[in-house]
Each structure stands twice: as C-alpha cells, then as structure tokens.
C-alpha cells in the first residue's frame, strides 16, 4: 500500500478499501470500451463522513478522486485510467424518509434505479425515469449525468425528479441544496449545477426524490415503416392524438441484431427499414379508440406498413425488448456512439441530410440507427469490423464526427443528448457550447473543487 493509501486507511479505520487488480479492473471502467481502468485503488464509503474524509484526505496527498455508481455510462465519465482513487457509492443504498404528502423519498447515491422504481411502487406511487440499465444504474450517477431513458417525452430527464440534493463538494463541505421544497426562491439553485456536472464540482452522495401517481395502464404499439422520413410523420399524426409517453425507433439493421441474438421471434413476417415503438394510454383500458383510427390513417397514407399492439402487459414487455435490447446486442461490435440531438420540429430535415452524410462517409462500415426519436435524440452507432484495430476505428470515426457535428451545430443541436461528456466527448463539448461559456464552467468548477481533484479531465477540455 503506498504511503498516501496507509495515511488514509490509518484516518478513516473503518473504510473499504480495496487494491486487488480484480477491484481495480472493475471499478476502474464504465461500459465505454475505449479505456484501459488503472485506478490506484478503491474506496467503498458507508457514510457521508467517510466520503468528506476521503476529499480532505485527496486535497491533502493531491490526488484525484472518480465517482463510481453502476457504471453504466457510455461517455467514460466513470472510467478511472490515470491513478486515481475510484469512490463507489454501492454501500451507500439506503432508501428512507418517505413524505406521502409532499410525495418525495430520501435516498443515498447508491440507490439502484429500479429499487427506488419498486420501492415507489410498493407505496402506491410512480418513479418515472427508466432505461435499459435500470437494474444496474444507480441515482447517484443518474442525477450526475442527468440521466433521460424512454419516458422524457412524458416525464422529462432525471433533473425534473430531484426535489433536494446532498452533495460534497470538491473542499470537502457537505452542501444541502433545496431540502425538498417545492418552492425555494432564494437565488442560485446550486442543485441544478450539479445535476449534470458529471461529478466535476463534487459527489452526490444522496438525494429527495420525487415521486408521482402511477400512469393508467399503458399499451405499446409496434409499426413498422417503409422509409426514414415516416418516422418523423407518424409522430405528428399521434402527437395530435394521443398522449404518448414513448416515441421510440430503430432500424431494420438495429433489429437484425437483436434478432441474431436467438431470444425473439421477428415482430412481422415481413421486415421494415424501420421500426417505431410508441407506449400510450391502453386503448383497451380506456375504451377510447383514438390510436387505431391514427394507426389507420396512417396506414392509408402508406406511412405504415403493418403494426401490432399489445394485448397484455406482458407482451407491451416483449415489444420493449426489442428496442431495449439494440444496445446490449450491439456490444460485441465495440460500436462508436454518437447520442445527438436537434429540436424536434426540425428533425425531418436533420435526419435527411445526417443520413446522406453517413451513407457518403461510411461506405465499409455498418452505421445502426436507433433512439428516443420523439424528444428529437438519435443514437448513431457505427460498428467496428473485427479485423480493424480499435484505435484505427476510432480515428476514422472521428474524422467523421468533423462532419456529424459541423451538422449537428448547423441545426443548433445537441453534441451529447443523454450520455454526457465525460472523457470520451470532452474536446467536442465546443460543439455545444461557446468558448464563454466554457470559461465559465472552468471558473464555477473552481468554486467548488478548487484543487481541481473532482473526476478531472471529464466534462471540460
Ligand atoms: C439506449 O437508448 C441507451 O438504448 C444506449 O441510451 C444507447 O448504446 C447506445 O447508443
Ligand atoms: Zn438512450
């Protein structure tokens, strides 16, 4: 153990610590595959104390700390490749003080998402934000990454559920930022910094949920497409209709890969360039038949091929997986990710020309289109053909990134739509935001983590 790790081993007695190459290696990544994990160790806190201590001890020997939650993140922000001490939030999942009144529950950072979706459940209530990585992802990496998921054209991102934030910051100062009120008035809302921040300006070490009444029951109706342009025109045609609380799509590549995996049946027997999955209030529940007269309308209009809809939670859970699945089933191609964005009116024209310049710039690669279209976020994965090498892969994707976002700028779009920055989008963050603002952030992270030890080299080039 080196010197600085017995110094605080010797302060804080009671702190797991682990050194072993096993921790290391697992502690030290996220789900990006770019990166070789080389932490110098990792900590376990139990207590908010414990994690102050560990700040103020990293001040002290200079060294860098790297929040860790499930480390589902596909950006590298919890990926720990330069000696820094990884600070894992796991041991911290307790979830308490539920207010049935004020319809908020306290839990610490640890907390897994579909704990606190269950937990809300067992209590008659609703935790809206949800993702694939449900089960592993927890709220503290949520909040720092303001994580979105499936439901944001109903619910919105993980921002509109943090009704208070406990945090650390960079000086080691436990700041307790809105204590759940749902008015608050008093100048800056230093919460909202730091969701977000991708734990550049401190650690979230728990957080006032909020909490809402369960949806009715929802149906999930699975279209299949003749070309990218209906994507966007089925969703105004429901849009004007029906409250969707998902607008998802993926294409005939995306499912192909879904369907080589061996666990489902094709959803049609014929296949679509596209797909489209929406999630809507149960027509079957409701009685109101608004969704198939849409459905047909555009099916006339030769927007639609073929659709099917659920006639049991069970099987809207079997539409979802084909959509829930793209990512996972990808993997093994180590896929380079775009997450981009652009105002939803003006995704028609976007995704036209997006289209025409990955068609004339990847011409040998695989480029697999899917994503929460109806918030206007594309997932752009193009995969790696197995006799290529990595970082040769890389570089020729990134030479079309140039393009990608010059595009993505022109649109006045988003670099970075859900996944955050990290370490794998940090020198394009000047796509998004100006060379002021920028500055900006460099002088707020400096309030707060003066010593610049809060996951460097993340977020901010
Ligand atoms: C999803 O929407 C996730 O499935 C992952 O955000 C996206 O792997 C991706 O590109
Ligand atoms: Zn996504």
Redesign the pocket.
């Known amino acids: 153990m080196s010197a600085p790790l017995a110094r605080l081993h010797q302060q804080l007695p009671q702190l797991v610590l682990r050194t072993d190459d096993d921790s290391r290696q697992h502690y030290g990544l996220d789900w990006t595959r770019y990166y070789q994990p080389a932490p110098l160790a990792v900590a376990l806190p139990a207590t908010v104390a414990e994690v102050q201590g560990i700040v103020r001890w990293a001040r002290e020997h200079r060294v860098a700390l790297v929040p860790s939650g499930g480390r589902t993140g ?1 950006s590298g922000g919890a990926v720990a490749a330069s000696g820094e001490l990884v600070v894992s939030f796991e041991r911290m999942n307790r979830i308490g003080d539920f207010d049935r009144v004020a319809r908020t529950v306290q839990c610490e950072a640890g907390v897994v998402t579909a704990a606190l979706q269950q937990y809300a459940s067992g209590k008659g209530l609703y935790y809206p934000v949800d ?2 990585s449900s089960g592993s992802s927890q709220l503290g990496g949520n909040i720092a990454t303001n994580a979105g998921g ?1 439901k944001v054209i109903r619910y919105g991102m993980t921002r509109e559920w943090v009704a208070g934030l406990s945090v650390v910051t960079g000086t080691g100062e436990l700041l307790e930022l809105n204590r759940g009120l749902a008015k608050n008035n008093t100048g800056y809302d230093f919460r909202h910094l730091f969701i977000g921040s991708e734990g550049t300006l401190g650690f979230v070490v728990g957080a006032c949920m909020k909490l809402t009444l369960p949806p009715p029951p929802q149906a999930v109706l699975l279209l299949a497409l003749p070309a990218l342009a209906d994507v966007m025109r089925v969703f105004e045609v429901f849009r004007e209709g029906v409250s969707l609380s998902a607008y998802e799509f993926f294409s005939d590549q995306a499912l192909g890969h879904v369907l080589a995996r061996g666990q489902l049946a094709a959803p049609f027997e014929v296949r679509a360039p596209f797909y489209v999955l929406l999630e809507l209030d149960d027509p079957m529940h409701s009685g109101d038949d608004s969704a198939l007269k849409l459905f047909e309308r555009c099916l006339e209009q030769g927007w639609v091929l073929d659709g099917v809809l659920s006639q049991s939670a069970q099987q809207a859970q079997q539409l979802w997986a084909y959509r ?1 699945s ?2 996972e089933s990808i993997t093994p191609y180590t896929p380079y ?1 775009n ?1 981009i964005a652009v105002t939803i009116s003006r995704v028609p024209a976007f995704i036209a020309s997006l289209d025409a310049l990955l068609a004339a710039n990847y011409p040998d690669f695989e480029v697999i289109w899917y ?2 279209i109806g918030d206007g976020n594309l ?1 752009i ?1 193009v995969l790696k053909p197995p006799a290529l090498a990595l970082a040769a892969f890389r570089d020729a994707c990134e030479q079309v990134n140039e393009q990608v976002f010059a595009l993505v700028r022109d649109f006045g779009g988003s670099m970075s739509a ?2 955050g920055v990290g370490l794998l989008k940090r020198d394009y963050l000047p796509v998004s935001r100006s060379a002021q603002e920028i500055e900006m952030m460099q002088g707020i992270k400096k309030v707060f983590d003066p010593d610049g030890i809060m996951n460097p080299g993340k977020l901010l080039p």
């Open positions: 596909l993702f694939a499936i829930e793209i990512s990710k997450d994503g929460h997932h994965n859900e996944h």
